[in-house]
């Protein structure tokens, strides 16, 4: 039963995604027929992720409180008005408004994660957040080719696509994935005190002795990676000499790595060995990586650099998101794949602005020597907080507990 809701996540996701991918790379072209420039194309870049970093939390709140399937509902519904405002948009405004709309319901991967997190043992559960991972890559292979091919129709073809896409991943929640949270558990989140998120409740958990290290972790890490795909046609453009053709080639061939380290890697990785040991080990592969990509002389060595960026990348973006499922009791879940959404969100809020402007004055070696060196500082931090001087996580934790140190504990959590 569970494998196959899994498979539904998995197409529904993957149904978002490929509208998503549909519009993604033709946004600085559509924007520019309204006379944008390109700081103006950076803060359209910018204003879903600023957007998804309001939503993603309230929506991973709710869907702890009110269950997964509505809130996939309305995230999903949120997609379809904004790529249906992009479609008929006459101004530039109208541009950043269906971005903001799509961004502030766009909490979806979240809410898919924490439906995972629901119906997956904590020995599995990294697999099934490689799924989500596989999802967002095929997404990201056919998505950028098809809106290609529509693109020669009028951009607002592919926004229109993307908007049916949407609504059919909307139909497949509405008729084929059943709530994964029981009437239990959401009358025990009812109870909570601290449930609201505010800015006292992510000081509370950037200082929880598990959670925090690895929010900070995934902070570092998305503004440093979230720097370089965000500025990569930039980087394409300016270090290779390479058009917009041959730039969405590149992607593909990126998306494709994905989804093998996901779909593959990471399944086969993380039953042989610990998620602390893969985390420092991506890390590492990283920052190396991002120094090596940033003297990239020509595209057949690209090709070869973007292998371990990418597959890092696709670690760290899973495993890190599975090590806060566990390192938090089980009805906290949502809330903190929220939290640990909009912290992404901020970086992708962040990075192109950063990213663009290292690139304009200094020059397209910056954002991969930047990135690098933020990169090697969070592998030390890394080492220390989950090898050296590790917390344990909630399991370890709980199951060492008598009773009622544990009950104790409860009631610290829910009266901090």
Partial sequence: MHSNRLLVIFVIVFIGLLGFGLILPLLPYYAETFGASPTQVGLLMASYAAMQLMGAPILGRMSDRFGRRPMLMLSLLGSVAGFILLGIAQSLWMLFLSRMVDGLTGGNISVAQAYIADVTEEKNRAKGFGLIGAAFGLGFIFGPVMGGLLSVYGFAVPAFAAAGLSFLAFLGVVFLLPESLDEERRQALAAKKSEEFTLKNLWIALNRPRVGPLLSIRFLFGLAFSGFQTIFPLYAQYQLKLDARMTGFVLTYVGVLVVLVQGIGIPWLSSRFSEQGLIISALATMAGALFLWAFTPNVPILLLVLVPLAGS????????????????????????????????????????????????????????????????????????????????????????????????????????
């Fill in 313 to 416: 990348g696709g670690v760290l973006n899973t495993l890190l998101n599975s090590a806060l499922s566990k390192a938090v009791h089980p009805e906290e879940v949502g809330g903190m794949l929220g939290l640990s959404a909009s912290l992404e969100s901020l970086t992708r809020a962040l990075a192109p602005a950063g990213a663009g402007y290292l690139l304009d004055t200094l020059g397209p070696w910056a954002p991969g020597v930047v990135g690098s060196l933020i990169i090697a500082s969070v592998f030390v931090f890394a080492w220390w907080h989950l090898i050296a001087n590790p917390a344990p996580a909630y399991a370890a934790r709980k199951a060492s507990m008598s009773p009622s140190a544990h009950r104790a504990s409860t009631n610290e959590r829910l009266n901090p």
